[in-house]
């Protein structure tokens, strides 16, 4: 398991002395990290969903990890096919959805095969032994049925009829046929809520909002998750259970959220702090696609949504939005960023704000569309014709996208300049409790609208503001406010077309100057190091967490080692050079081949160390360690 060490310098979770509760052995651990697995129809997903909305309620700190196929019904029974959900919760403040499951639920073959060598020794398997027979095992790789020929010692292993008790109890709920077994995936729930001593209310409540218009399917789905959790206190095969007290976390009030919606409701912040309305155009794409979800129900903040034919259409309409004197944002996942890219050239060239939210999956074309990797911070950088330069913000967190969203509209606002907002696939779907921010004390922005004439009886569109280099926003059907813009470059201050090569060079230079004045009005870098270390290790975007909890753990075992979080990535913060200088040897552990230290050694000569994967696969906390240990000789 994820050594994410807060008091003790054991690898294992603590477990607290044995409670007996009418016969039932209660063991007491600070975390546990739970992994539901089946096929891709089997709604491990929403059974993860579920648990985690149970633990987030009962008060515990966690961290989720959603792993599922790219086709929308792959095979069933096969090893593509599966589909899992991780979760870490603990009675602290963890960082990661953690590494090696404590607990794993596996509804298949398949699902055993793909996830038992992650799962710790000593481990509670809870497996549907009705799902293996000759041919799921056969689909899954295995030579013969593991659950008698030994593959399973060391392990403890509860073999649950699901099927048998799932169709006995949906009996008479109205459903029938095949749909009797898609509710097996709430038995399975069920165990599990008493197995962590959780009570189903809250799933039920859930249950019968989502499924107020199913009569049938409630009645199933409430049925299968009381028989799952009586099956717990009634077997023999379970006397015991796990328990995960709530965390001592900051008084405040918590919500669980993921990192899309986290990111969405950013957005609707900073048109309410900018008193603008919020127009949000994108194409449905994996794992961009929820954003839009959720923007569109918020119509009661003013939020108006399209849903275009295509990536290049939505960041058309985007800019049209901005032209229009919106609060303009595009989202999209790393092949629409390629898509996009003539119209964000035009938005910058026209110099108007824009955000477009770039959620980066496995590359290159389609890749791994429900992977996370952070491959995209070239495009975002450097991915346009010309000299076009952008301001590009990293969020690293599923809270964190909120004050990166915030932030993102903060600087397209102020310097009248798109802004490329990254996220990943790992940020986007994972989710952990966000303690609600203060919306009253966040600051209000200044928007550069155009009053009127600029030059006497003129309007003169590229007439800038001397401190940021903005020019004013001009927005149509305004008496006096007419003027021209297009792609074709302009004239400094009048905003007539010119050919003039020293106009180009100087609309060039300021461009880019005004890119680079960002650096001075955003935080310089913190860096973590108590120690006074020779080694830094740099984080940017999703690794971040694992890189938090990597360094303590690495400084658990002695070494004195530095952390550092970077969000703005293009301009770097102003402190950068400092920061870099100061230490012997900078690790830049990413989720692609090295971008961000191709970026840094480019920009400050600065020689780094890359930790690279593109697996699909988050880092873990141990491997962020693990790096941090060799490099210390240990």
Known sequence: MDNENHTT?????????????GGVRVDTQDRMVIRFAGDSGDGMQLAGNRFTDAAAIFGNDLATLPTFPAEIRAPAGT???VSSFQIQIADWDILTPGGEPGVLVAMNPAALMVHLEDVREGGILLINEEAFDERNLYKAGFESNPLDDGTLAGFDVHLVPMETLTKAAVKGSGVSGRAVLRSKNFLALGLLLWMFGRETEVTARWVEKKF??????KNANLAALKAGYNYGITTESFSRQIEVRPASLPPGTYTNVNGNTALAWGLIAGSQLSGLPLFYASYPITPASDILHELARRQNFGVKTFQAEDEIAAAGVALGAAFTGALAVTGTSGPGLSLKGETISLAMTTELPMIIVDVQRGGPSTGLPTKPEQSDLFLAVWGRHGESPLPVVAASSPSDAFESAVEACRIALKYMTPVILLSDGYIATAAEPWRLPDLAGLPRFEVPFAAGP???DRFLPYLRNMETMARQWAVPGMPGLEHRIGGIEKEE????????????????????????????????????????????????GSTSSAIRAGVGNARNEGIEVAHARIRYLSPFPANMPTVLSSYKQVLIPEMNNGQLSRLVKAEFVTPVISLNKVTGVPFTAQEIAAKIMELAGR
Do not use: C, F
């Open 493 to 540: 201050t009048t905003g007539n077309i010119s050919y003039d090569p020293e106009n180009h060079q100087l609309m060039t230079d300021i461009r880019a100057w005004k890119v680079a004045n960002i650096a001075n009005d955003i935080p310089e870098i913190e860096v973590d190091d108590p120690d006074g270390a020779d080694l830094l290790v740099l984080s940017w």
């Open 212 to 217: 107020a218009k199913m009569e049938a399917v």
């Open 9 to 21: 310098g054991s690898a294992e979770p603590h477990l607290g002395a044995p409670e007996d509760a």
């Open 454 to 456: 600029n030059a006497g």
């Open 79 to 81: 090893l593509p096919g």
